[in-house]
């Protein structure tokens, strides 16, 4: 299978890659996994991320305070930022290794197997990355979904709801599989350059003709 923009599509995957790892760190330290509202003042939101709880006050601004210890956490929280912390690294490992695996890199072209090899592990280490973003995001808003439905807790108490960051979780793991995806695509085409795919034509051109003047009378 041939593609005649195989660079082209290389270069999307590093992009869509690149992009799904800035959105996964960026997931990792916003403070907004959960929002809170309380009835009672409405004029205060509160947050709760992986590293701290905020308060958000229309005249005070946002104030936030880390958590004292990660025993304290719930589970859900402990596990998530693991898995975020290994997502992060996984995909800085795959953007080095799909970097060098580049065709637009000069270095080692007359290496093209060891290349091939380094974006297929590239491509592996983001579909990691992306799998690993999308388990903790998805778990805590399944936790979240429970709690909210949870006919033992009074009604009079608050519920924690979905924050901006479990959204760009979920946007950061998408990038990132269809980023792996792309590049490991290319590992099964090859190269076909605009200029061979002319003289390829040209020489059809030229025989269809030569044998038009043979079949004249």
């Not at 006050?57 to 956490?73: H, N, T, Y």
């Amino acid at each position: 299978m041939a593609f005649i923009y195989r660079p082209m599509m290389q270069l999307s995957g590093m992009l869509f890659s690149l992009l799904g790892w800035i959105l996964s760190c960026l997931t990792t330290y916003l403070p907004q996994w959960k929002n809170l509202n309380l009835e009672l003042n409405e004029l205060e939101i509160w947050t709760m991320g992986l590293w701290q709880a905020c308060v958000v006050q229309e005249e005070g601004g946002m104030q936030c305070k880390e958590f004292d210890s990660f025993l304290a956490l719930p589970p859900e929280l402990r596990i998530s930022r693991i898995l975020m912390c290994f997502s992060n690294g996984s995909g800085l490992l795959g953007l080095l290794l799909s970097g060098f695996g580049l065709d637009c890199l000069k270095i080692g072209e007359r290496q093209q197997e060891q290349k091939k090899r380094l974006l297929l592990f590239g491509g592996m280490f983001f579909w990691i990355s992306g799998i690993t973003v999308i388990v903790p995001v998805s778990w805590v808003a399944h936790s979240t979904v429970q709690e909210f439905w949870d006919e033992n807790i009074p009604d009079i108490v608050p519920r924690w709801d979905f924050g901006e960051a479990l959204f760009v979780g979920w946007l950061a793991g998408f990038c990132l599989i269809l980023g792996g995806s792309l590049l490991n695509c290319t590992i099964c085409s090859t190269e076909v350059h605009p200029s061979l795919v002319h003289y390829a034509v040209a020489e059809q051109q030229d025989q269809c003709q030569h044998l038009e003047t043979e079949t004249r009378p």
